[in-house]
């Protein structure tokens, strides 16, 4: 299945003006929608150059998310924990009293670029010489005081990836992302066919090369070339998980927000390796990347269950966390995500029976309701969603969303085994206002 007709016009449309706007060169993007490419389309200004979804570009940050995603298995292997100090992987090297979690979330402090020259325009150097020059005795804050993008921390990870799987972190790309989701086209240099990096000038207009090289210690940080189609394969799994590369629960884990910046407004936030935005059904998530010629953008709705990747190779103009959202929109304007059909439950946990139904919390009304997964907790009389609670094994709930979020309610019963009320740090719930057989609220 494919776009409609007047859906491939709008998303024409909307990526001409891209490249008009942001005299690009050349720019490819596509659309995903329950896991399959469902739309592709290119705009190129360059004579005897053809782009399309084949073509690799430089993929930028996008690396970052490949690093994340192998930090994450380990940590579901057990060979590691996010709360691990940098120093238990990385003994001697610098900022090692910063933990993963803090890397990962860019909440470490730690300065954004290596010390030298440009290293994104320059050739790289090994990771031993990175770490040489590395300077942590004036981080730019404390770690866990605020977001603080970091390129450096992403150099630290790949290598830890290597140390503890005794292999390159890229040979653990290739094998652990790379061939499970089918990414033929996705290399750590870049292979034919694929575009050439260009900056363009402000007043000429005119076009000069820009540099591809190795970037060495720092290439877990921006190194990947890759294409549309493939990206698009990485969006599918972004937004369903899959049983060979990591479980959608971890990945709902990765893309919780973490960290963001009072200073950008908080215009968006950082999960595990992943940017959050605003837009589609609320928050969409995904990366931006760029290097010296090349840009690149990919965000996914998992609520939807659509994507939308962009690439171009110029230096600056495309806007890479607005265009693949405003193509979600225009998506989802055009042609509305069908959501999945309602089923009747086929069984209640025993756990969840007596939880059912009306409770008060004071003279408030609260309707407790099975959903299939969770208990959904809504005012009497509304149909918005205040509270979830998922059962556990021991007979209490976890909650899943809204304040209680995290905290454990408990069914607290009578000597007979009748329910006598629930219980939630200090909010108690009763069958009847004020029950005055229950517990006063807070004691």
């Known amino acids: 299945m494919s776009v409609l007709p007047s859906t491939a016009r709008r998303l024409e449309v909307l990526l001409a003006r891209e490249q008009v706007a942001g005299r690009l060169p050349s720019v490819v993007a596509a659309v995903v929608r329950d896991g399959s490419l469902e739309w592709t389309g290119s705009v190129s200004a360059l004579e005897g150059f053809v782009a399309g979804p084949g073509v690799q570009y430089r993929i930028g940050s996008i690396t970052k998310t490949l690093v994340a995603v192998l930090i994450l298995q380990l940590r579901d292997e057990g060979r590691l924990d ?25 909440s470490s402090g730690m300065n954004s670029e290596p010390a030298g020259s440009w290293w994104e325009r320059s050739p790289g150097v090994p990771f031993d010489a990175l770490v040489a020059a590395l300077d942590d005795s004036a981080p730019a804050f404390a770690p866990g005081v605020t977001f603080h993008y970091s390129n450096v921390a992403f150099a630290l990870l790949g290598e830890l990836v290597a140390r503890v799987r005794g292999a390159s972190w890229w040979d653990q790309v290739t094998s652990r992302i790379l061939a499970p989701l089918g990414m033929t086209r996705t290399s750590y240099l870049p292979e034919p066919p694929h575009a050439t990096g260009w900056s363009v000038h402000h007043y000429a207009n005119t076009l000069t090369e ?21 990206l698009a394969r990485y969006a599918a799994f972004l937004g369903a998980g899959h049983d060979d590369v990591l479980s959608r629960a971890t990945l709902e884990e990765m893309v919780t927000p973490q960290s963001a910046s009072r200073a950008g407004g908080m215009a968006s936030a950082h999960g595990l390796g992943f940017q959050i935005v605003r837009g589609g059904s609320g928050l969409v998530f995904g990366h931006t990347g760029s290097m010296p010629g090349f840009l690149a953008g990919l965000f996914v709705d998992p609520v939807r269950r659509t994507g939308a990747v962009a690439v171009a190779n110029a230096t ?15 998506l989802e304007a055009s042609e509305g995500t069908v959501p999945p059909p309602w089923r009747p439950v086929a069984a209640v946990p025993p756990s969840v029976e007596d939880v059912l139904g009306v409770w008060h919390w004071g003279n408030t009304a609260f309707a407790f309701a099975w959903d299939g997964r969770q208990v959904v907790v809504t005012k009497a009389g509304s149909d918005v969603r205040m509270h979830g609670f998922a059962p ?11 304040y209680h979020h995290g905290e454990r309610l408990s069914v607290v019963r009578n000597d007979d085994g009748t329910v006598n009320h629930l219980a939630c740090a200090t909010f108690v719930f009763t069958r009847v206002p004020y029950d005055p057989a229950a517990p006063i609220p807070g004691r």
Request: aromatic share 6%; charged share 20%.
């Open 392 to 402: 556990q094994e021991d007979g209490t709930f976890v909650g899943t969303f809204g």
């Open 210 to 230: 820009e540099p591809a090289f190795d970037a060495g210690g720092m290439a877990p940080a921006g190194q990947v070339w890759s294409t549309v189609e493939d």
């Open 316 to 330: 600056t103009g495309m806007r890479s966390d607005r265009l693949p959202v405003e193509m979600l929109e225009t």
């Open 82 to 106: 996010l709360n691990d100090p940098l120093s238990a992987h990385l003994p001697g090297v610098p900022y090692g009293d910063r933990t993963l979690r803090h890397l990962l979330t860019h």
